[in-house]
């Protein structure tokens, strides 16, 4: 059996002399065998529903048991069958969330807290550990930008499928004579590296400024200059150009620990980068497959009608207040199934 095999490396009395390399073979073993615990449960609940369909002929359960039994098998194949989309070496990973808001004032930088607190609300659904790296109030209300990191199995591999632009239609409470507007915000995903992913950054291509930092909603201002603004230039191999990436973290009162944490977004966008570089490649040899871009206008949320729909899969739904308490896997596993196995 496979996993007795990975099991046995990891008896190796010099198995933690290389520590990257002893954790990558833990991570391995982990995943096997959820793969197999998975699979156990769903032939488990495939058994209960036969007995349940049986019990049911012989007027010992009712057939509102039998239907419970049954969903309960679907909901478990539908996981594994989300969970078969998810193959990617950086599906695996943690997440670096980035929300900006567009142009549009105080309506745009409402809609974009509005995106920030239905992550944070589906970050917590899953067990999800969130922390914000950056925030920057807007004007009036609402954030010009945020990001944040959601650290947890699979965290990147479900939100992937957020990346892009989100459109918001409502009657603005900001707006005097009640008109219908429309905002956009958009949601930038990376995976977020760990000490296993080898990142070469050039030192000679980064630079520093600190500034005084405030918490999100202008709380705990610091007194001294602990929030740190990175600057890395590089020659960008998708666009064949040179280019500059600005990192700003304000996570904790320590400078050190902010650059530290600030390093770790770097090397989080620069690994995402070389992963569009290898899906770009893949894509010309599989070119009929469709291809999600940056920056394309993902989904809808029409507050009025009381829709939102997303327009690379047409899953919709008119709970929009579950919608932005965080209630996303309904889009996520639509997106996932349609395009996760060539993502």
């Given at each position: 059996?496979?996993i007795?095999?990975?099991?046995?490396?990891?008896?190796?009395?010099n198995?933690?002399?290389?520590?990257?390399?002893?954790?990558?073979?833990?991570?391995?073993?982990?995943?096997?065998?959820?793969w197999?615990e998975?699979?156990?449960?769903?032939?488990n609940a495939?058994?209960?529903?036969?007995?349940?369909?049986?019990?049911y002929k012989?007027?010992?359960?009712?057939?509102?048991?039998?239907d419970?039994?049954?969903?309960?098998?679907?909901?478990?194949?539908?996981?594994?069958?989300?969970?078969?989309?998810?193959?990617?070496?950086?599906?695996?990973?943690s997440?670096?969330?980035?929300?900006?808001?567009?142009?549009?004032?105080?309506?745009?930088?409402?809609?974009?807290?509005?995106?920030?607190?239905?992550?944070?609300?589906?970050?917590?659904?899953?067990g999800?550990?969130?922390?914000?790296?950056?925030y920057?109030?807007?004007?009036?209300?609402?954030?010009?930008?945020?990001?944040?990191k959601?650290?947890?199995?699979?965290?990147?591999?479900?939100?992937?499928?957020?990346?892009?632009?989100?459109?918001?239609?409502?009657?603005?409470?900001?707006?005097?004579q009640?008109?219908?507007m429309?905002?956009?915000?958009?949601?930038?995903?990376?995976?977020?590296?760990d000490?296993?992913?080898?990142?070469?950054?050039?030192?000679?291509?980064?630079?520093?400024?600190?500034?005084?930092?405030?918490g999100?909603?202008?709380?705990?201002?610091?007194?001294?200059?602990s929030?740190?603004?990175?600057?890395?230039?590089?020659?960008?191999?998708?666009?064949?150009?040179?280019d500059?990436?600005?990192?700003?973290?304000?996570?904790?009162?320590?400078?050190?620990?902010?650059?530290?944490?600030?390093?770790?977004?770097?090397?989080?966008?620069?690994?995402?980068?070389?992963?569009?570089?290898?899906?770009?490649?893949?894509a010309?040899?599989e070119?009929g497959k469709?291809?999600?871009e940056?920056?394309?206008?993902?989904?809808?949320?029409?507050?009025?009608?009381?829709?939102?729909?997303?327009?690379?899969?047409?899953?919709?739904t008119?709970?929009?207040?579950?919608?932005?308490?965080?209630?996303?896997?309904?889009?996520?596993?639509?997106?996932?199934?349609q395009?996760?196995?060539?993502?």
């Open positions: 059996m496979q007795e095999e990975e099991e046995m490396r990891t008896h190796d009395p198995f933690w002399e290389d520590q990257k390399a002893a954790e990558a073979q833990m991570k391995k073993v982990k995943d096997l065998k959820r197999v998975k699979y156990e449960a769903v032939h495939a058994q209960e529903v036969q007995l349940s369909f049986d019990f012989e007027e010992l359960v009712t057939e509102a048991d039998v419970q039994a049954y969903e309960k098998a679907i909901a478990l194949v539908e996981d594994l069958e989300m969970q078969n989309m998810l193959r990617a070496e950086e599906d695996k990973m997440a670096v969330l980035k929300i900006v808001a567009g142009a549009g004032g105080t309506e745009a930088q409402d809609w974009a807290e509005m995106l920030f607190r239905m992550y944070q609300r589906w970050a917590d659904r899953q999800y550990k969130c922390e914000i790296s950056n920057q109030d807007g004007d009036e209300a609402g954030l010009k930008t945020a990001t944040m959601i650290e947890g199995d699979m965290a990147y591999g479900y939100l992937k499928s957020e990346n892009g632009v989100h459109r918001l239609v409502r009657v603005s409470p900001y707006n005097a009640g008109k219908r429309t905002s956009f915000t958009s949601v930038f995903v990376v995976p977020l590296v000490d296993s992913i080898e990142i070469e950054i050039n030192p000679a291509g980064l630079s520093w400024d600190t500034f005084r930092s405030s999100a909603g202008g709380q705990n201002v610091n007194k001294v200059e929030g740190v603004r990175l600057h890395y230039k590089f020659h960008n191999v998708l666009t064949d150009q040179d500059e990436i600005v990192i700003e973290n304000t996570e904790t009162r320590d400078q050190p620990k902010n650059k530290e944490n600030a390093l770790r977004l770097l090397k989080s966008q620069l690994y995402d980068i070389e992963l569009e570089k290898r899906r770009q490649e893949t010309k040899i070119a469709k291809k999600i940056w920056g394309s206008q993902i989904r809808s949320y029409v507050f009025d009608d009381r829709r939102v729909k997303d327009h690379r899969t047409d899953y919709q008119s709970n929009v207040n579950a919608v932005m308490d965080g209630d996303i896997d309904g889009f996520i596993k639509a997106y996932l199934m395009f996760g196995g060539g993502q």
